[in-house]
Every structure is written in structure tokens, then in C-alpha cells.
């Protein structure tokens, strides 16, 4: 009996020692986190080019004070170039800088005979789209941009200059893009797109000094190409 107990007091006084070493031992240092590696956001960026035709809405020339008879003004399809620069902000949220040249050749200026010459515009353009979720490789998105225009008059009618080249306006400018791009390559896609571009009513004036209002509204169907680093 007193050999049991003896074994019982010699095996608390052991596990006592123990508990008292153990509290007596340092802490290790809690392991603290290394830095982060760097996600790189230049994947998110991208580079686009769109060319295709534009065709300018007919329009007229609206004297200021009505100093002259209005005129109104047709023109042919011509060419609409725009290239741009943007971020994948989301998967499906993106935003771009966008710089654009859109020119019209004139086919006629009513009232008036022989008319000629070109309407032009170049815009510098904020963008924002959204693309809409799609499990293959077609993604459909729309969007919209606003910024400013240079438009340009050189216009000719009646055998005299109407408005001499450089007659430029600096209206606000905004525009609406629906289309989809085609996945054709790992960092390559194509793409096809709709693309309204309307500005404030511009104030030009014409070779006698004259000034007069125009609109600019011009319809755009485009190819594209988009590359994005992998």
C-alpha cells in the first residue's frame, strides 16, 4: 500500500517539474507573414484599333442672327479610324483613352451648284464598357465615352470657297459603342461594332467672316483588333 503511494507522489511531483520547465521555456515568436509577391497590373491593360466606314448625318448651316440664308448640307460615306488604350478594371467593367478621325466628303450644299470639299473631325474620348458574361469565346459589351471634338470645315460651292480649310470647332463630344469581340488567338481578339459620335453644335465661320452653327452626328460600323498581354 505505502509502495503505491510512494508512486503516485513521485508521478505528480514529475508532471509538476514538467508544467514549471515548460512555463520557464521562451515563447517562440509568432511567425510573421512575408511580403506579398506583386501582382503586376500591366496584364489588365490592353491596346485596340478600329477603322471602318462613317456616315455623317446631313446637316445645315445656320447663319448666326440669320446674317444669310441657311444652307443644308449632304455628304458621302466616308472613313472613321479610332485607337485606344485601356484597363480591365473588373471582369466585366473596362475603361479606355481613346483618340479617333473621322472625315466625310460633301455631295452637295443645297441651295447652291458644284459644291465640294470635306467635313472632318479628330476626338480625344474617355470610355467605359461593360462586358456582358458569356461562357465561349464571343463577348458581347456596350459602352459609352465622352470628351471633345475638332471639327473641321473645307467646303466649296458655287465656284467660290464657302469656308476655308482650318475652319475648326471645339464642341464637347459624346458617344455610344455596342458590338462583340471574338477570342481568335491567346492574346488576340476580333472584333465587330456600331458606334453613334454626336457634338454639341459647333460655331464656324465662313470666308467672308460670317459666323454660323452645324451639327456634327456621325454613324460608324467597325472592325476591330484588341491585344492583351498574357
Known amino acids: 500500500m505505502y509502495v503505491a503511494v510512494i508512486r503516485q507522489v513521485v508521478l505528480l511531483l514529475g508532471v509538476s517539474l514538467s508544467a514549471a ?3 520557464d521555456m521562451p515563447v517562440p515568436p509568432l511567425a510573421t507573414p512575408g511580403p506579398q509577391p506583386f501582382t503586376a497590373a500591366w496584364n489588365r491593360f490592353y491596346l485596340s484599333v478600329h477603322g471602318g466606314l462613317g456616315f455623317l448625318q446631313d446637316t445645315s448651316i445656320d447663319y448666326v442672327n440669320g446674317a444669310l440664308p441657311p444652307r443644308s448640307m449632304n455628304f458621302d460615306a ?3 479610324v479610332v485607337g ?3 484597363f480591365q ?3 466585366w467593367w473596362r475603361t479606355e483613352l481613346e ?5 466625310n466628303r460633301v455631295s452637295s450644299i443645297s441651295p447652291g451648284v458644284g459644291a465640294s470639299g470635306s467635313v472632318s473631325a479628330t476626338t480625344l474620348m474617355i470610355n467605359g464598357y461593360i462586358d456582358l458574361p458569356n461562357r465561349g469565346p464571343l463577348t458581347p459589351y456596350v459602352g459609352a465615352g465622352f470628351g471633345k471634338a475638332w471639327v473641321s470645315h473645307d467646303l466649296t460651292v458655287d465656284g467660290a470657297l464657302l469656308t476655308p480649310g482650318g475652319n475648326t470647332s471645339w464642341p464637347w463630344a459624346y458617344q455610344f459603342m455596342a458590338g462583340a469581340n471574338f477570342a481568335i488567338a491567346p492574346r488576340w481578339s476580333a472584333g465587330l461594332e456600331y458606334r453613334f459620335l454626336g457634338t ?4 464656324f465661320q465662313d470666308a467672308q467672316g460670317l459666323f454660323y452653327n452645324a451639327d456634327y452626328n456621325n454613324h460608324s460600323v467597325l472592325l476591330g483588333l484588341t491585344w492583351r498581354p498574357l
Open 21 to 23: 520547465t515548460a512555463a
Open 78 to 80: 466616308g472613313w472613321t
Open 84 to 86: 485606344a488604350t485601356g
Open 89 to 91: 478594371i473588373t471582369p
Open 99 to 103: 483618340v479617333g478621325q473621322r472625315s
Open 200 to 203: 454639341q453644335r459647333g460655331l
